[in-house]
DNA sequence: AATGAATGAGGGTTCATTCAT
DNA sequence: AATGAATGAACCCTCATTCAT
């Protein structure tokens, strides 16, 4: 029911579009490169009109960080509560395809901006460890321990499994806005296919195999690809 | 031999003071926010000095990132070389170590640099690609390249499992120098313990299976820990 | 005869109402800092709303200190004009109320306002010079002038008498807004004391001694204060 | 035996020169409405070399009221200490003398960037009380004690005596950098006469009379008024 | 070779003023 | 009449770089 003026609706649509313009040219350019003013431009205001959204520079890269990462971790938890399955399937048909829509979002490039700039704000060090890294880990943690409970795992240590699992990920993200944006590089992996072929590369490290000559379930997509085998 | 006055010590010793304090406080404080001047003072000169080395900060950035990585590029291709076993224990025994080293070591902070400055450096993803990438990449590809050939690795496809070997260590070096270097946030893993462990997952999912009731080869060290199994 | 409504009544008042908002603030803060938005809310408007009765900042600076003025000097020299007693007695009983009630308004305030800002404005320096300082003068010029002519003062120079008058009497005006205003600096001196001693003070200088024998009288206030003496 | 070079006498010379700069520019124009640049340019140097030497606007501002102002009450009361004249003697050679001096020098502008400022300064507020009003009062205090003590001068109130002897001094000063300014405005005294004018008027009120033939004639006005005595 | 005083372009931020609603 | 979102000129301050000593 919203009244709604153009001014209004006008008034409503700017943090979101501040922050998907400070959000493309703060991983584009970094942080520091690039220019309040430049933010506003891309939104489509004026520099002062920046400053009425947000405090400053910095507060707008903190909420940055904060609402774009805040929503896409709300989605993937909503996703794994509302499945049961086996551990393999549920990594194959929640994880994977959480990954490979963040991969193609511009939210991405959170994580660069993560790295790149935590040392300078406790405030997103809190917020990261607490909101993202913490029930992040507890998700995937989740699933294994229940895997494992159920005799479909090993029995691994599971933090470790964890990062072995979703450090790669990150990692995607991490060359997407940095080597993989530079035209020059092409590291001769296609991340989409990475994604998947790095769940069962470890999933084959994680389950329990059936001793005997059962025929080697060996369960792992065609993977056609130049370095196809066999 | 050199006959060098302490004078001529020092001069010869300059270039690498330079870059060690701007390597420390590049990772530390991020490119734009450290100064040229806390980076000569760092290295116990003054301003001027700096430039009677280095033609600008960014000739300065991009020395740190080629001279530092260079040498442990090389180091690791040298001890591969050297090594003719099975593949798993070339892993173990070459690749745990060199990872291991480089975490401990002020370089492991290089990865954070080129992630946050690679995009506004040709030059650096030039160098990183052709001088890091390509030669690390060839490097373990080869190791499980001839696992495959001789039968103790399954075929897969290489390239993907290379990167799930090896982007998580890369992860553990970003970490180090940012949410790890925040106070706040404990992970909760051990670095060097995930190291191995990650690498003994991988190859869990690598090796070939003794298919039948054979002695488990299971090989996989002790673990300790909280979580250990069986 | 206002049959105003309600808003009509506001809508009259708006301009006084913005003044006396906006010579608080610039006495407070100075004009330089103080916002124009700060005086439109103090004044329970919005900015919009301040230009609708005022130009910009500076003409409502220049109304402030014109209407807040003008008001006083034509009371004070309406009153003096009603009085026709003795030179000592005028200055006494029109003089002192009259500084003594401005130093309790917040029109005393005007007098730091036009320290601080007439060298940027012409308007005020004429205005004020005409309005104030040239009126004012003249005023108790005249009545120095008709006390010399009854015999009442000695023939001092008036112009120099009716500024040892009057002088401090503006200082005492200007340190209440400013260092009176501090907290920190109690001077020691009770204004509305001050007033009158500084008049008695001044008289002495002025009247004429009746030559002979006459009792001394030795008359003055009872002079509590840590140095009264004999 | 400053070793002086070219570079290093500018140097030393270089604070001294911005104050002289920032009092004129600050006086003149108002601390806000002065720029930072326009302090630098008229003390011949950039605008980043005001900067080496000051740390903000502001810290510039606190020491042009510290450092003038300083200087100058230090030579006020070394005069005073020197000469143990009669009270009226003493005033007239060396109060007299110091307030011209004043008047004539820069210095006096300081007293209006004290009106102007001391309310955002708590620093200036503070240092103004302490080490000028304090002392200066104390100062003048310590004369007119010694002419009561000696019976030069009547007993009077000598905080009051004090105040109606230097405030107008003070809006002299205020006088030459505000309205006197203006060139519109000729208030028709010429300072240095009303300073002595005012001096002697004040003198004249001051003084024990010779009671002509008799007892000193002493006649102060029955001043009614709530305080009225008997 | 080394120093550090000086420079000035650059960018974050504020706020008087406008004007569509 | 009143509002308050938007604008953009203005200004403080930083810091990479130069160069006289």
């Keep these: 029911m919203t009244t709604a003026t153009p001014r209004q609706r006008r008034?409503?649509?700017?943090?979101?579009?501040?922050?998907?313009?400070a959000l493309a040219l703060f991983v584009e350019k970094g942080f520091a490169r690039t220019r309040a003013e430049e933010v506003a431009a891309r939104a489509g205001v004026s520099k002062g009109t920046l400053?009425?959204?947000?405090?400053?520079?910095?507060?707008?890269?903190?909420?940055?960080?904060?609402?774009?990462?805040?929503a896409e971790i709300a989605a993937g938890a909503g996703q794994f509560e509302r499945?049961?399955?086996?551990?393999?399937?549920?990594?194959?048909?929640?994880?994977?395809?959480?990954?490979e829509r963040l991969l193609d979002s511009e939210v991405s490039g959170v994580f660069k901006l993560v790295i790149t700039e935590v040392r300078h704000f406790p405030d997103i060090a809190d917020f990261y460890a607490r909101e993202v890294v913490e029930p992040g880990?507890?998700?995937?943690?989740?699933?294994?321990?229940?895997?494992?409970?159920?005799?479909?795992?090993?029995?691994?240590?599971?933090?470790?499994?964890?990062?072995s699992l979703v450090l790669p990920m990150i990692m995607l993200c991490l060359h997407k806005h940095t080597l993989g944006a530079c035209g020059a590089a092409p590291?001769?992996?296609?991340?989409?296919?990475?994604?998947?072929?790095h769940v069962e590369l470890t999933l084959q490290g994680l389950v329990v195999r059936e001793p005997a000559g059962a025929h080697a379930t060996q369960r792992r997509p065609p993977a056609r690809g130049r370095k196809a085998l066999r």
């Design 137 to 163: 880990t507890r998700l995937v943690a989740r699933i294994l321990e229940r895997g494992i409970a159920r005799g479909e795992l090993r029995p691994v240590d599971v933090p470790t499994a964890v990062h």
């Design 11 to 21: 008034k409503d649509a700017r943090p979101a579009e501040l922050l998907d313009a």
């Design 51 to 70: 400053y009425l959204y947000y405090a400053s520079k910095e507060e707008l890269l903190k909420a940055v960080i904060r609402e774009r990462l805040s």
């Design 187 to 197: 590291v001769g992996i296609d991340p989409r296919r990475f994604i998947r072929d």
């Design 83 to 99: 499945f049961a399955g086996p551990a393999a399937e549920l990594l194959r048909e929640v994880l994977i395809p959480w990954w």
